[in-house]
């Protein structure tokens, strides 16, 4: 057997064996970053398929690989879709105190996307990361090739830009 040819098969099946331990987390970070289910379902089930036509042998940490393959992906999608929108801060004038706590996992879905589109894209993937995906800062950093001061600065200020506005509104 080709020793190259070993070292990808088992890389591929370490790559099944984290999207089988790690599906939950990946989905719920592709439903918050898509917000429709059925594309978080696409994307990861593309991910799936790419994995087995890459040379995964020379990857370091697969889950950090995984991530940063699905967060490009969802990337990717949204272009494509042209669904990045920017939103302007105050669209949180809008937010009333009910909204605060949503009964269901859409409009949950739908108030955590309004709060993330009022903050800077680089900060707002940090937060999706470290709260939808579960993944460490140090995570994060690999993932979106970074220094890892400046993943924990990205949340840091994201939370502090949400925290400010919702304050603004009488809502925190």
Do not use: W
């Amino acid at each position: 057997m080709n020793l190259k040819k070993s070292t990808n098969e088992d890389s591929l099946a370490q790559a099944e064996a984290i999207i089988a331990s790690e599906l939950q987390s990946l989905y719920r970070y592709a439903c918050y970053r898509l917000g429709e289910r059925e594309a978080a379902q696409d994307v990861i089930q593309e991910l799936y398929l790419k994995l087995h036509s890459q040379k995964l042998g020379e990857v370091k940490d697969m889950r950090c690989y995984l991530y940063r393959a699905l967060s490009n992906s969802c990337t990717q999608l949204l272009r494509d879709r042209r669904r990045i929108e920017y939103v302007d801060v105050t669209s949180l004038r809008d937010l009333q105190a009910e909204d605060i706590a949503p009964t269901n996992y859409e409009q949950e879905q739908a108030l955590i996307a309004r709060l993330l589109a009022a903050i800077p894209d680089e900060q707002s993937e940090v937060i999706r990361l470290h709260l939808h995906g579960e993944c460490t800062f140090t995570e994060i950093a690999e993932i979106l090739d970074i220094p890892l001061a400046t993943a924990k600065s990205r949340y840091r200020y994201g939370i502090e830009h949400l925290r400010q506005e919702l304050q603004k509104q009488n809502l925190f």
